[in-house]
């Protein structure tokens, strides 16, 4: 089908043929014929990586745009998704359907510019600043008139499953305004796609189509044997039956590149990854001409961070690594080492790239060739197989439509392949499962904010309750009705318990039970920590007693123990007098390593010396601070919400103790997000100083903003890490600052 034949505004046609759109494919055919531009028909597209669905939704959306002024929600389950999908979209900017179309992005970033949401016709979320916005009741919320769920299979994910699937059952059940919205889901195959669509009341659109056409296979002593069960070599040096590396998922890798096209390795491990990519440096270099050379050599110039003290061991190795043409991608690097490797693999710079497998589920990068080394992988359980869903979700990569005639995915076999190619190649990803009902905590928080949302004027009812929660995909999937009432009413008597709700005329928050649905955190949580403060120590520190608190909760994600070598360390930092309430013990099996870098994150300690001496990366750093500082924020919260009870009671003394406990976690979580001791303070606070410029100025003897004031440029400029440039910018930001 032409573009010009859609059923569109002549505006739309003209747009979508000036950014080079001239003919749908298979799939996109099939949804418009289907019904795509109804507005009353809800769609579920599965369809394979890479045929097309992108452009549905932008039909869809410009469809909708066309004839009416309510508002599109684009949905993703990750922040580098849904800005890769705001960056796509953003062109649509360019259009005027008589009124200019706004497009915006809101993932929950700190560092995110805030955008006024009310104002875009065109918002792209992740799934949990959706549901943030849905639990706050934003006035822009009931005007939404189409959403857009991306990667919807994740419905089935064990930790952000519930949160989109809470999010789709408040859409599709009119929960949100007067009219439930559109709604299309986007998805890879679903092998129980019937069930979804059945659920959503959606038009179920399947396709096997691909653009680029997929040869999925097992490699095995050479052999490369697809799912036609067809045979061809692989690894060996051309013209000689001779291999071109010992590591067979490598060889397979150098071959591609030899054919001038690009491969990704996905690594189980992120040691492997980084060892994998450096092996196959010294043979991809080779291949490179002058003047991809030359590109590299500035890639890898802006991998170095600009301040030695900055850089870590692991920084080192990406930046020499991709000078040979290949990197390597985990969640070690730091979000700007992972958008340049991102970038220049995009723009075929590097040749082979090897990535742990959460890649597979985040950013669109595709190749010629995707290589799965085992199909094994670690878990908290030991060493377990991957699911078919996640194999098709790597092997999904392969094949650029731009570039490539065909995409590859070869999984290395330690025999015979058949089993392999039976279960993985032939097999059909596993079904989706909702997990709402399965995690205590999840019911819990969703409870909460369903009692708050709905007794706005009036309690809400059991009954009430009971029926949103019959309207989700859980109890769609249940074969007994009384699980659900059972599940409902354990966690309804433990909000109770909790102090949370009240259920004397209906069911309804109290004051605390409001605070804790605000704080989006386990109701069990805060009142466990509830428990603590009101115990806690008095005229003390507690520095480690509330971070080893913090680093214990199921709400912190990095919970690996402390390997022995590091023990020691430890040791030094325990300090039994630093207890935040009477019966806190410190065992040692729950001090995590996590607690031990925020220990050292706090005591400034640099990226580098943590890199080497505690194997800490950036992108770990960076996750366990924030983590820490939202949990501390948390915390801080709900003493205050304690301390303003106690001040309406007239209990002056409590007043004043919580009132101590509230300014030493708030110095704690200014600790946490600078990086700093308490002593530094004042110094990180002005734009300038970090904080290892905040260390050299200390014991330089410039210990607060006065010294500074007083100081000459040129006794600062002298300084270690300052210079003349860096003095003058700090004396400038001296001047805009209020006291």
Known sequence: ???????????????????????????????????????????????????????????????????????????????????????????????????????????????????????????????????????????????????????????????????????????????????????????????????????????????????????????????????????????????????????????????????????????????????????????????????????????????????????????????????????????????????????????????LLTATPTLAAGVNLPARRVVIPSVMRYTNNGLEKISILEYKQMCGRAGRPQYDDIGESIIIAKGYPDEILEHYVDGEPEPLESKTLDEDSSLRINLLGFIYTASKFNPTSYEKIIKFFSQTFAAYQLSDDSVLEKKITKQLEKLKEYGMITDENGFEPTKFGIRIFYLRIDPETAFDMTGYIEDYLRGTKHTFGILYMITNLHEFYSQYPIPDKYQGDMDDLIDPNEKLYRNQEFLREYCFKSLLILYKWIDAMTYQDMSDHFDAEPGDIFYIKENAKDLVYIFTEIIKFWRDYAKENKQKKIVSEYQSLIDESDLLKLQIQHGVPEKYLELVKIKQIGRVRAQILYKNGFKNRLDLEKAKIEKLAKIDKIGLTIANNIKAELTKIRY
């Not at 059940?173 to 709604?183: C, E, L, R």
């Not at 096209?261 to 010294?282: D, P, S």
């Open 1 to 351: 089908m032409k573009i010009e034949k859609l059923d569109l505004d002549p505006k739309v046609i003209d747009f979508l043929k000036s950014e080079g759109y001239e003919e749908l494919f298979e799939p996109q055919e099939q949804s418009v014929k289907a019904g795509l531009f109804d507005e009353k028909k809800n769609f579920l597209i599965t369809i394979p990586t890479a045929s097309g669905k992108t452009l549905i939704a932008m039909l869809a959306i410009l469809s909708h745009l066309s004839k009416h002024k309510t508002k599109v929600v684009y949905l993703t389950p990750l922040r580098a998704l849904t800005s890769e999908k705001f960056e796509e979209f953003k062109k649509l900017e360019k259009l005027n359907l008589g009124r200019k179309i706004k497009v915006a992005l809101s993932t929950g970033d700190s560092k995110e510019k805030k955008e006024k949401l009310e104002d875009a016709d065109v918002i792209f979320l992740t799934n949990e600043s959706m549901d943030a916005n849905l639990a706050f009741q934003k006035d822009w919320i009931y005007d939404i008139g189409l959403v857009v769920s991306d990667e919807i299979h994740l419905i089935g994910d064990n930790t952000r499953g519930p949160t989109l699937e809470i999010i789709l059952t408040r859409f599709k059940s009119g929960f949100i305004g007067k009219n439930p919205p559109k709604i299309i889901g986007l998805s890879a195959t679903i092998s129980n796609s019937n069930e979804l669509a059945d659920w959503l009341n959606c038009e179920l659109v399947e396709s096997t189509f691909r653009r680029v056409p997929l040869s999925e296979a097992v490699y095995s002593r050479h052999i490369i044997t697809n799912q036609y069960r067809e045979e061809t070599e692989g690894n060996f040096a051309k013209n000689r039956q001779e291999s071109r590396h010992p590591k067979a998922w490598i060889g397979l890798g150098l071959d591609t590149v030899a054919e001038k096209h690009q491969c990704l390795i996905f690594a189980m491990t992120r040691k492997n990854a980084v060892a994998w990519a450096k092996e196959a440096g010294l043979d991809v270099v080779k291949e490179l001409k002058s003047n991809q050379k030359k590109e590299l050599e500035k890639i890898s110039k802006k991998i170095l961070p600009k301040e030695d003290y900055d850089n870590t061991k692991l920084t080192s190795e990406l930046a020499k690594t991709v000078k040979n043409g290949t990197a390597f991608h985990h969640a070690g690097l730091d979000q700007r080492c992972r958008t340049i490797i991102e970038n220049a693999f995009k723009d075929r710079h590097i040749k």
